[in-house]
């Protein structure tokens, strides 16, 4: 198993799947879009599938064939509202985890899990945090035309996402970067940690200075909007890309797509058709699966 990329503040992995577990964990987590898509259809609120979900949606009508996540994206205003009624509308088969409703929980955006299942990651295995399989629900806010103005926005926000993860979660969330480099890396991690606790910073003050770097509008006008995810400059998207949000085929249901794809997608991956490397290819591969009704099935722990 090998550590790649990271995205959103959680490190990706890749290892080769059973296919028949890929598969079940693919209908799971379809099992949780559906009722997320249900909620939003209910109260009419905007949500676009992003990242390897919409390169999957238009090039494989579906998952990735070697992926085993979904991920959603809803511009701030909707997100907000999802929050207020999502676990009310959700019942007790789900659980809305953020960092309001999950103390332990380490990243800015919300997941939608399923509850009395696990899919346990390999990096957060001591993040003790609720598990269990999930969707990533991504808010995406405004960020400024002006290129100086928006270089401060993406650097505050994600350095606050960034301090928010080193904050809730001791063990290092970082990639794969070389011995001298990882270990500096890991120290810096564990000196800002334990660092932030012994001074007495609480997490409610690092979540309110998170939302204040998300949330703050840009002075001179904003054309286009981001999630603040480590790599944010790449998920820019513009807001005319997703005025129109289309209904397309996603394996046997249908999701929306922004009506600009071809362009987000062409920004974010190239040549986006054409098949990665094996070598670039990225999964969530977890060490531990609960199916709904079964026994915990361990993996290369």
């Known amino acids: 198993m090998k550590a790649r990329k990271r995205r959103g503040g959680t490190v990706l992995q890749y290892r080769e799947y059973d296919t028949e577990i ?3 964990i693919k209908d799971v987590e379809k099992q949780i879009l559906c009722k997320y898509i249900e909620i939003c259809e209910k109260y009419h609120l905007r949500y676009f599938v992003a990242f390897g979900t919409l390169l999957g949606t238009v090039r494989h009508k579906g998952f990735i ?3 085993d996540d979904i991920d959603v994206g809803m511009p701030r205003e909707d997100y907000e509202k999802f929050l207020q009624i999502a676990q009310k509308e959700c019942g007790e088969e789900y659980f809305l985890q953020t960092v309001d409703t999950d103390p332990e929980y380490h990243l800015y955006f919300a997941k939608l899990r399923m509850n009395h299942t696990r899919f346990v990651e390999n990096s957060l295995q ?10 990533d629900i991504f808010p995406y806010d405004e ?9 401060k926005q993406l650097n505050r926000a994600v350095r606050w996402g960034m301090i928010l993860s080193i904050y809730k979660v001791k063990e290092p969330q970082i990639g794969q970067y070389g011995p001298a480099k990882d270990f500096v890396m890991r ?3 564990h000196i800002l940690h334990g660092g932030m606790h012994l001074c007495g910073i609480s997490a409610k003050t690092v979540w309110k200075k998170c939302n204040q ?10 054309s286009r909007m981001t ?7 790449k998920w820019i998207i513009e807001k005319k890309e997703i005025e129109q949000l289309v209904d397309v085929p996603f394996e046997d249901i249908t999701v929306k797509i922004p009506g600009g794809y071809d362009a987000i997608l062409t920004r974010c991956y190239g040549d986006y058709m054409k098949l990665p490397d094996e070598k670039d290819r990225v999964n969530h591969m977890p060490v531990e699966i609960q199916f709904p009704g079964e026994e915990v099935m361990t993996f290369g722990k």
């Open 22 to 24: 890929l598969n079940r």
């Open 65 to 67: 064939p070697w992926d």
């Open 227 to 233: 999630t603040f995810a480590a790599d944010a400059k």
């Open 143 to 151: 960020i400024s035309d002006d290129e100086a103005e928006m270089e």
């Open 187 to 189: 120290s810096i991690w």
């Open 126 to 135: 001591k993040a003790g945090s609720v598990t269990g399989f999930y969707i």
């Open 213 to 222: 770097a998300f949330m703050q509008k840009p002075e001179k006008g904003s």
